[in-house]
């Protein structure tokens, strides 16, 4: 049977257990799951900015449409004033 001395050694095995169980995965965290996040913070980044950039071309095409609708509407009319003189 296990006496209050054996109880607290293996208590004690079970902390240090515990605590070095937790600092390899910290170790593991900094060493391997940081960096690849930060590679993957990167990316997303890259990503954004070539959507914002995909979205100013979007909005710049459609008021180029817009533009080149009005400018035909103008020169119908105008050919059509210079008809009527």
């Known amino acids: 049977m296990l006496d209050s001395n054996d109880i607290q050694i293996m208590t004690e095995l079970l902390r240090q ?4 169980t937790r ?3 910290m170790t593991i965290i ?3 799951v940081n ?4 590679i993957l913070a990167e ?3 890259a990503l954004l900015e070539k959507l914002n950039r995909m979205d100013k071309q ?3 095409t459609d008021r180029i449409v817009i533009l080149e609708e009005a400018v035909k ?5 105008l050919n059509a004033i210079k008809k009527a003189q």
Not at 35 to 38: A, F, I, M, S, V
Not at 73 to 77: C, T
């Open 58 to 60: 979007d909005e710049l």
């Open 73 to 77: 509407k103008l020169n119908k009319e």
């Open 23 to 25: 600092n390899d995965m």
């Open 17 to 20: 257990n515990r605590e070095d």
């Open 35 to 38: 960096p690849k996040l930060q």
């Open 43 to 45: 990316g997303h980044e």
């Open 30 to 32: 900094e060493s391997e």
